[in-house]
């Protein structure tokens, strides 16, 4: 398996490092960061393959990071957590492009699913 590289930005510091500790023994590069700005410069240092992020965080916000990376960094997959899902949230990260909605407490198999999923060449066809 290529080695992938992740961008976690929660503000919750345990979230990041479950996900990278999930993550990493799959093969993947976890980076985890509390907000979304140290994340955005690490961004224009190296490329990543996936950031996943939560919707409500003090500053830069969920939206605003989705926003920013479908803009700057159209090949980079992002997915939504949140611990305030609704159907408005969702449907405004739909509109903006999100490649995965998951409701916090996440379940980590099925995001570690979504993210192989994201990363897998389609089939020919």
């Given amino acids: 398996m290529p080695d992938f590289r992740v961008i976690v930005i929660d503000d919750e510091k345990i979230v990041g490092q479950m996900i990278k500790v ?3 023994p799959e093969g993947y590069t976890v980076e985890t960061f509390l907000n979304a700005e140290p994340a955005f410069a ?6 990543f393959d996936v950031v996943i ?6 500053g830069t916000d969920g939206m605003d990071v989705l926003r920013t990376i479908k803009t700057a960094y159209p090949d980079i997959k992002v997915i939504m957590i ?5 159907l408005d949230s969702a449907v405004e990260a739909m509109k903006s492009k ?14 570690k699913e979504c993210v192989r999923k994201l990363l ?5 066809g």
């Fill in 22 to 24: 999930a993550m990493e």
């Fill in 42 to 47: 690490r961004l224009r240092e190296e490329k």
């Fill in 53 to 58: 992020t939560d919707l409500k965080m003090k």
């Fill in 82 to 86: 949140t611990a305030f899902a609704s």
């Fill in 98 to 111: 999100v490649d995965g909605f998951f409701a916090k407490p996440v379940k980590i198999k099925e995001l």
């Fill in 120 to 124: 897998t060449p389609a089939e020919p």
